[in-house]
């Protein structure tokens, strides 16, 4: 195990429910049984606030808090694309060029992709989301 992994999923900043809600999404991993729900507050087609929860692995744990810090204050529009682009940055080759996105360099990468199920369950709940 990664002990940068567990630094990242030790965040727990945006670990919450979120009462004033404006969205929702729950997935559920058939391979593994991880389960995430994000809640978001969505204002003029920005992501104000996030808010994730989850049983899941810790991998999943530590997408979901880089997702959320990035997440919030960016246009859905941003995040669509990202959510979209992400699974191809398993691929070495494949380089995040978006400044903004630089931290998931720790997590989203081809020595992880043993792991890339749990790791996109974040990105595949919040797409629901920020796809429409």
Known sequence: MDLEILNIAANTDNNRNIKNRTHISKLKNSLCGDEMQIELVIKNRKILDF????????????????????SINNQKEKINNLCDEAEYYFDDTVKISDKKWASLKKLIKSKNVNKKDCILLPFKALKKIVSS
């Open 51 to 70: 808010g994730y929860q989850g049983k899941s692995c810790v991998y999943c744990q530590a997408s979901a808090s880089l997702l959320s810090k990035i």
